[in-house]
């Protein structure tokens, strides 16, 4: 776009300047050439205008292309937040990994104290452990299991295991492990799990375990990764996301 000016400062002939762009325009009025008053036109004007209402113009045409821009990269950003990422098996599997190790720890303490107590025998347990290991047979396993206070770590571990995972989804929608791994679990709509659905959700995963962990196997090939535990309870697990996105405005 060609701008062109009328020099007040020619008295005589043709007092036309120009053509000019828009930046060197406003480099002459900042110069002081060109006054509020000083008449502009530029190619598709039908006649002269005063520069304080061509500039005017310019400015208003200026704001509302930065409006809408800045409106579509929001509304971009925007649609990128709101698309789901699921969280695939193997970020699951190291999440629950970290979360194995925790409780692994907390057996271990549970243990110490109950020897401690006199309620079992931790060396009786560790030649259990290694017979097992040297000859696995059902005798081994269940002599292992058989030992005086097994039974009550057992209950002690898996009461643990249970307040742990349902706390934590009920509460924070994640474990510790996966908080690590910046996912977590909502229900199908989007909304945080409640109470009553990570206590359903964990009963489903117990179930997914003991059909050989075949529960988990869907996550491998289902389009939204969810495991047998998620389609009963209504749940998927996915990647955090900003919870809103603010452009700020020139």
């Avoid at 006054?35 to 190619?43: A, E």
């Avoid at 401690?116 to 060396?123: D, P, T, V, Y």
């Avoid at 643990?160 to 199908?188: D, S």
Wanted: proline share 2%.
């Amino acid at each position: 776009m060609k701008w062109f000016y009328i020099d007040e400062s020619i008295t005589e002939g043709d007092r036309r300047q120009g053509p000019f762009s828009i930046d060197e325009i406003r480099n002459l009025a900042k110069e002081g050439k060109i006054t509020s008053s000083t008449l502009v036109w530029h190619s598709g004007e039908e006649s002269w205008k005063a520069w304080r209402d061509a500039k005017a113009e310019i400015d208003q045409n200026d704001a509302n292309q930065d409006k809408i821009l800045q409106e579509t990269i929001n509304e971009i950003l925007k649609q990128q937040v709101l698309t789901k990422h699921y969280a695939g098996f193997f970020i699951r599997s190291l999440a629950i990994s970290v979360d194995s190790f925790i409780l692994g720890i907390a057996g271990i303490i549970v243990l110490v104290v109950m020897s401690g107590a006199g309620l079992l025998n931790i060396q009786e347990l560790m030649q259990y452990s290694e017979a097992f290991a040297t000859t696995p047979s059902l005798e081994t396993m269940n002599k292992f299991f058989s030992a005086p206070g097994m039974d009550m770590f057992v209950t002690i571990s898996f009461f643990m295991q249970t307040v742990y995972f349902v706390i934590m989804h009920a509460l924070f929608g994640a474990t510790i492990g996966k908080k690590l791994f910046r996912i977590h679990v909502e229900t199908r709509t989007g909304d945080k799990i409640t109470w009553l659905g990570a206590i359903i959700r964990y009963l489903a995963s117990l179930m997914s375990m003991m059909l050989y962990c075949l529960g988990y196997l869907t996550v491998l090939i289902d389009p939204k990764r969810r495991g047998l535990h998620d389609f009963i309870a209504s749940t998927c697990v996915v990647y955090n996301t900003p919870k809103t996105i603010q452009i700020t405005e020139k």
